[in-house]
DNA sequence: TAAGATTTGTTCGTATGTATC
DNA sequence: GGATACATACGAACAAATCTT
């Protein structure tokens, strides 16, 4: 048990919501198995609806249970999304204020790192998304409307990645990391000259970077990733960024 | 704002809570703020006593509020604490079958990153700490008690470097893995000779380590953790282990 | 210490909504 | 449509905790 020797007084709602972990837990239930319905849990409980109610809100903020109304419905254990897990951990770093330098300085280790394991075991149905992400935007924009999209679409191309890895936390990791940027509000002064050179070798570094996953060319993917993390870097700190403050939705 | 679009049937309770979050972000509140007591909500909201506390229930779960009772009581807001964060994420993985390897194929790049980066960086109290962990079993483990024991330090020594980085987002990742490490369940074989040399190396690893990092010695520091890290993964692979299936209580 | 005020915590009864058969 | 089984929501009353005087 990982259950902490807790003597905090704890309500009532947050004791049954933990028993019913417990429970959970030592059935080994899984995603669609049904849990006892309201009435039941009064009676095993020995409480009221309410706090039945209450306990079972609890799990549900959680990601942990699902309800639906109705004759043959009730309570049933739900697999937290990553979605759902991805914002309950953005509410923590909602009070971190982290700075893109902090992110950059875990997605220039961990990229790398991870093109270098997938090269050659992505499947032609992924890299076939991936070249489509890559070509998308054939020149630089010319709008702010036009980067913002060009913007989330090079994140979408992370996150893809991230995705087809066999490592769950290096996927969530990753994943939350471009959740993250892709949720910065840009505040940029609009430079004459927007550096074309190094918008080019950033669309190049994604093109090369998929060919050499498809032949399975690990070293090179990861040496591609280093030099895209690097520049990309020095693009976004070029601009003027802020993290938006501001809880993150299911 | 992040909010999604959403065309689903959300539960009272839920709108009531998502309004509240809207309010705290409109605001800007932070962490001791009050919100309105129960009965301002229900004349606000326009709703029963009930589905109030519900909604409470669902922001406490997340971490985002606390609720005191009696004469200045009430709900403020509440940072999320990294325990908590940790647990929610924990139930994410819960269902995800996390291996060794994939643990250290994140802990093997970004430890070493992280104790470059602090080196001469960290005050004489840390590195005291620091070295107290690193000295405290100077004889091999003897009984599984023991083992267990010394495996529950090196990983708090582990943590405890995490806890001094300014990164909050490279503290709060591998402070998780640390903690899924230490939540594991060990079944082993005993075996016969349970290299000592190789528990010594790792043991001299820590205490080099340190003084690396009290001289500032950024890249001593970095390879040191590496093959740390490297031989840690080992030892580990050596041994039978299994992550408990679990849910996280805060 | 004790009493009173304030605010959340819990219960019960009842009524309504919703999905299935 | 109607009956059934279930969650959803409301309101009134009382209990418990905690602060102030």
């Known amino acids: 048990m990982t259950d902490a020797p807790r003597a905090q007084k704890r309500s009532r709602p947050v004791q049954v919501a933990d028993q019913i972990k417990r429970w959970v837990v030592e059935r080994d239930l899984r995603k669609g198995d049904k849990l006892p319905n309201e009435a039941a849990m009064i009676a095993q409980f020995g409480v009221s ?25 009730g309570s049933s254990v739900g697999e937290v999304s990553k979605d759902r897990a991805m914002s309950l951990l953005g509410n923590y770093f909602y009070f971190k204020d982290l700075s893109l330098s902090d992110i950059y300085q875990i997605r220039k280790v961990l990229e790398p790192e991870l093109v270098a394991t997938l090269a050659g075991k992505l499947d032609d149905e992924t890299l076939d998304e991936l070249r ?18 060009q913007h989330i679409t090079s994140l979408a191309f992370h996150a893809r990645i991230a995705d087809a890895a066999d490592n769950e936390l290096l996927d969530f990791v990753i994943s939350f990391m471009a959740r993250i940027l892709a949720d910065l509000t840009v505040y940029r002064r609009l430079y004459a000259a927007p550096n074309r050179a190094l918008w080019e070798r950033g ?9 050499a996953l498809a032949r399975g060319d690990g070293q090179s993917a990861r040496d591609i990733m280093r030099s895209h993390m690097q520049e990309a870097e020095t693009m976004m700190n070029a601009q003027e960024m802020k993290i938006t403050r501001e809880f993150m939705a299911e």
């Open 203 to 211: 669309r190049r570094h994604q093109i090369d970077l998929v060919e």
């Open 132 to 149: 489509e992400m890559a070509h998308r935007h054939p020149e630089p924009a010319r709008t702010p409307e036009e980067e913002k999209q």
């Open 49 to 73: 609806k309410g706090t039945v109610r209450e306990a079972m809100r609890i799990l549900e903020a959680q990601g942990l249970i699902v309800t639906k109304t109705g004759p043959g419905g």
